[in-house]
């Protein structure tokens, strides 16, 4: 599989984690203290984000991070 396979499934989790909180992603960019541009970039499965702003959006979903990364 290529990467862009990974990054859709983050994608795709990202975004029903954000739904299930109810949240725009500009507060989720505030809560995880990363940009818009990253969360929009992240949940439209494109570029690669680093480790730790995966991590920075999980702890912000009060998720695991491993919910995040499910394949």
Known sequence: MDMSYYNNELAKNMRVERAKL???????????????????????????????????????LNVDLNTLLQL
């Open 22 to 60: 109810k949240i725009s992603q500009l507060k989720l960019a505030e809560m995880a203290d990363v940009s818009l541009d990253t969360i929009n970039m992240i949940e439209r499965g494109a570029g690669n984000p680093r480790l730790c702003t995966i991590i920075a959006i999980a702890k912000a």
